[in-house]
């Protein structure tokens, strides 16, 4: 059976790496791929770049569509409108991934094949065996990281070696069962609360190794705010009455 495969790529401010993230997809060996862009009003012109990038896409079994909206409200907000546009137009596989360079395009038949073969969700990890980080990336960032993953692992048990990745791939059935307009997470901590959700409901998750590159270009949007929303997080989850599975 054919797999309609939908990646879902949130941007601000990505103008400098957006059009080669699109190629990387492009030029993936999926024969029916869907490629949601969903821009929060980006003023270095990051949509305008995207579309320009749409207008060479053949029509066909490969298609890319822009959403843009006007205001920045979060990265959790931006994946929930962009996996809907996907679950709407028909995928069977949604994919989050980054515009920034840092998530490898390459290792997404990887995991198209492991949903295959029975996964529900299947992360592209950076922890587990045979996962790496860019060697460019600060000595503080990986203590950071590390200890992120250590204290949501921990205090939620989740029993995952990257709670926190944002390249993550979710059968459609998975993400309906989710409920995604329910999460109430925003920032990346809506990375934690879709596993919880999904380890709740028995979903089936695998981790496969990836590369994790330094990004190519612009800044981190982890600002405090993030950060404290964050710790937060997993304490709010613990005292949450649990999802229905």
Not at 36 to 42: T, Y
Not at 128 to 157: C, E, H, I, K, M
């Amino acid at each position: 059976m054919n797999t309609r495969v939908g990646v879902v790529v949130p941007t601000y401010q990505e103008a400098a790496t957006i059009g080669e993230a699109l190629k990387r997809l492009h030029d993936l060996p999926i024969d029916d791929l869907l490629v949601v862009v969903v821009d929060d009003g980006s003023p270095d012109g990051t949509a305008d770049f995207a579309e320009k990038a749409a207008a060479d896409w053949p029509a066909g079994r490969r298609e890319l569509t822009i959403l843009r909206r006007t205001e920045k409200s979060g990265l959790g907000r931006a994946y929930i409108a962009g996996m809907a546009a996907a679950l709407d137009a028909g995928c069977d596989l949604v994919i989050e991934m980054d515009a920034d360079l840092s998530h490898p395009a390459a290792a997404i038949p990887g995991m198209v094949e492991r949903a295959a073969e029975g996964a529900d969700v299947v992360i592209g990890s950076r922890y587990t065996t045979g996962g790496q980080l860019d060697a460019d990336w600060p000595l503080s960032r990986r203590l950071l990281s590390r200890a992120a993953n250590f204290y949501v692992s921990v205090l939620l048990r989740l029993k995952l070696r990257d709670v926190t990745a944002g390249f993550v791939a979710w059968t459609a059935e998975t993400l309906r069962a989710i409920d995604v307009d329910t999460i109430n997470s925003n920032g990346y901590s809506f990375q934690v609360e879709m596993k919880w959700r999904a380890r709740n409901l028995n979903a089936t998750i695998v981790e496969v190794p990836i590369t994790f590159s330094e990004r190519a270009a612009g800044s981190s949007k982890m600002d405090l705010a993030v950060k404290i929303e964050g710790l937060k997080l997993p304490w709010r989850l613990l005292f949450t009455r649990r999802p229905r599975g």
